[in-house]
């Protein structure tokens, strides 16, 4: 435990991140003489309860956010019995036959939509007043409805200070952004209301893939696909919403899509990714920052999802950055700039920013889907990688830190 606070460098970025700077606790008095052993197992014990004092700090920031959603929107969010947001008033069904669907509405639950995604089939059922998701999606349990879940919205893994101008578009690979919608996109489409919608966060995104003024991209040149998987609704960002998304990138034939987005686990998104991820279309998505004491991010934990971390201008593991099942890269994620308003850059800082710059990699060396040139194509991205932390594979930097040089400085 305590070598991974060293290799994080945890002290240095807490003092350079002022929210978080104060949670770093008084330096001890040291009596003299104080051996070196004894001194790094002090350090690392502040090390330690620094960290712990900090995961608990987002996890009340985690809460609070939600709570404040839906009291800002009580009709259109609220909380699923795992207390996160979601759909208010409405509970996602996997592949219900006409049997199961005459039961529910005999019960008193509406059909708002029945849906088909890559041949994942899934129904949307209006809860009936009065009955809270929690109690809606424990009846339907009950009564035999498989894959019953809340739609769950999912939260940017980034932050943007102001309102990002166009990235430049080239002719090269098409890369796919599912988030709000980016400025200047090639492909556009939207999957909420008011979509799409220009969006900072996914045009910071969009242009630390393709570049944007001085702005370096992962893939210069790259066209954009925008997914607006957010729009105006206070309740977009939600699973359905993202899984619909992913089927328009596979009829487009994108070949590599990145995700900037979190949110618990959910039966018919991670469907819908696997069928993506059959039709050779590779999924990399940001582990979020909630910290690496929060519950694992999706969809970077979905299985053959790239999951990616960020790392700061010394190669140290952001904070804040959350976790996922498994990780397969670091990316430059802080002290780095993305195209701002008027094509003024600003700074950025978050996993949203790292795994877009893992996408422009691999997109380099794969430009069109194909399942059977996949592997292939990350052995390369392996290659280009890297290593830092323990010899090989580690839970810290998965399989290396890719795309350093990718990172436009801040001064």
């Known amino acids: 435990m305590r070598r991974l606070w060293h290799s994080i460098g945890l002290v240095p970025l807490l003092a350079a991140t002022p929210a978080l700077a104060q949670l770093v606790p008084p330096v001890p008095h040291l009596p ?7 001194l790094l197992s002090r350090v690392d014990d502040a090390l330690e309860s620094t960290t712990d004092r900090v995961a608990q700090r987002l996890e009340a920031i985690r809460r609070s956010t939600a709570a404040r959603l839906v009291r800002a929107y009580p009709d259109r969010i609220a909380l699923d019995p795992d207390g996160n947001p979601a759909r208010a008033g409405e509970v996602v069904v996997d592949d219900p036959d006409e049997a199961m669907l005459a039961t529910l509405q005999a019960r008193g639950y509406g059909v708002l939509t029945r849906e088909e995604v890559l041949g994942v089939r899934y129904a949307r059922l209006a809860v ?11 009846e339907l349990r009950k009564l035999g409805a498989s894959g019953v879940t809340a739609d769950q919205l999912h939260a940017t893994s980034g932050s943007v200070p102001a309102k990002p101008a166009p990235a430049d578009m080239g002719g090269g690979t098409v890369v796919g952004v599912i988030d709000g919608g980016v400025a200047g996109a090639t492909l556009r489409a939207g999957f909420a209301s008011g979509a799409p919608r220009d969006s900072d966060h996914a ?22 696909a925008s997914a607006d998987v ?9 699973a359905t919403a993202i899984a619909r998304a ?38 990399v998505a940001a582990v979020g920052n909630n910290g690496p004491a929060a519950p694992p991010a999706y969809p970077a934990s979905y299985p053959g999802v790239l999951a990616v971390t960020g790392v700061d201008a010394r190669a140290r593991v952001l904070i804040e950055a959350g976790r996922a099942s498994h990780l397969d890269y670091a990316a430059p994620g802080a002290d780095m700039l993305a195209m701002g308003a008027s094509g003024r850059t600003m700074r950025v800082r978050g996993t949203s920013f790292a795994a877009p710059l893992v996408a422009a990699t691999l997109a380099r060396f794969y430009p069109a889907a194909s399942a059977g040139q996949l592997q292939a194509a990350i052995a390369k991205v392996n290659a280009v990688a890297r290593d830092a932390g323990a010899r090989g594979p580690d839970p810290v930097f998965g399989r290396g830190i890719v795309c350093e040089a990718c990172r436009t400085p801040a001064q």
């Open 246 to 283: 992913i089927g328009w990138m596979v009829e487009h034939r994108v070949s590599v899509v990145t995700i900037s987005l979190t949110g618990p686990a959910n039966p018919v998104l991670g469907k819908v990714i696997a069928a993506a991820q059959a039709r050779g279309t590779a999924i």
């Open 32 to 38: 003299a003489p104080l051996s070196p052993d004894r």
């Open 203 to 224: 045009t910071a995104v969009a242009s630390l893939i393709s570049g944007a003024g001085i702005v370096r991209g992962g893939l210069p040149g790259a066209r954009i």
């Open 230 to 238: 957010y729009g105006t609704d206070p309740a977009g960002g939600n």
């Open 128 to 138: 009936p007043h009065g009955r809270s998701l929690g109690q809606a999606i424990r």
